[in-house]
């Protein structure tokens, strides 16, 4: 979700205006992929770089999702909709921390759309982490390193229970992956637009899926 600061910019008003005017684009998003029939959204939302942001930008924008999580999670509710999280859930704030949990735990039995966050998260990261973990069960005596395969590392993976992504979407026209799901989105298609994330609406979104369907994919073969 690219480009809330040089939307703000544009219009001369403080980085934190993007940060919210991109909030509201959350919404389009669950909106369209609810009503295409998406299964799972991930939302690229802050990744370990991040922290490199001053603080009071990091501040700023830890309170507009504890916020989000406060004022949407019966709204995630009534709309059947399941929270979920990937990323490396020791570094955030307390509060986000234990709003995240309650979200999760309250929406649980929720089918009609997985909307998972990518909080604190970067691929480079996952991969390390996932690699400690099954050198630690190797070294336990839990698991033969012969036996360790792609199914055995991707079940380390903070993307467990999640399928791979079939498309990424790419805002504000960058061209470059950003350390996302790495491992997860070999094959995955991708889609760039040059709109910024808070001036990506609902039909941005289908007009993204409607493109996604029109290619072939060939998984390498």
């Known amino acids: 979700m690219d480009g809330n600061g040089r939307w703000a910019a544009a219009r001369r008003l403080p980085k934190i205006a993007g940060h919210r005017a991109g909030a509201r684009s959350v919404e389009q998003a669950i909106a369209a992929a609810k009503e295409l029939g998406v ?3 991930t939302l690229y939302t802050f990744s370990t770089e991040n922290w490199k942001r001053p603080k009071s930008e990091v501040s700023a924008l830890f309170k507009i999702l504890e916020d989000y999580l406060a004022r949407e999670e019966r709204r995630l509710n009534e709309n ?11 570094g955030l704030p307390d509060a986000v921390r234990a709003g995240v ?30 690699a400690r973990e099954i050198a630690k069960e190797a070294a336990a005596g839990g698991i033969d390193p012969q ?11 903070y993307t ?11 805002t504000s026209g960058e061209y470059r992956v950003s350390n ?6 070999a ?5 760039v637009t040059k709109k910024f994330w808070p001036d ?12 996604y369907q029109r290619r072939e994919r060939r998984f390498g073969g």
Do not use: C
């Open 200 to 211: 990506f609406k609902k039909a941005d979104f289908k007009k993204a899926v409607m493109e």
């Open 39 to 41: 299964k799972i959204l």
């Open 80 to 90: 059947n909709i399941r929270f979920s999280m990937v990323g490396d859930r020791a």
């Open 101 to 130: 949990e309650r979200v999760e735990k309250s929406t649980a039995a929720n089918t009609a759309l997985t909307l998972n966050l990518a909080l604190n998260y970067g691929g480079r990261l996952e991969i390390v982490h996932a």
């Open 147 to 157: 036996n360790i395969d792609e199914a055995v590392f991707a079940g380390h993976l």
């Open 187 to 191: 094959y995955a298609e991708l889609y």
């Open 160 to 170: 467990a229970h999640l399928p791979d992504p079939d498309l990424v979407i790419r």
């Open 180 to 185: 996302f799901l790495l491992w997860q989105m």
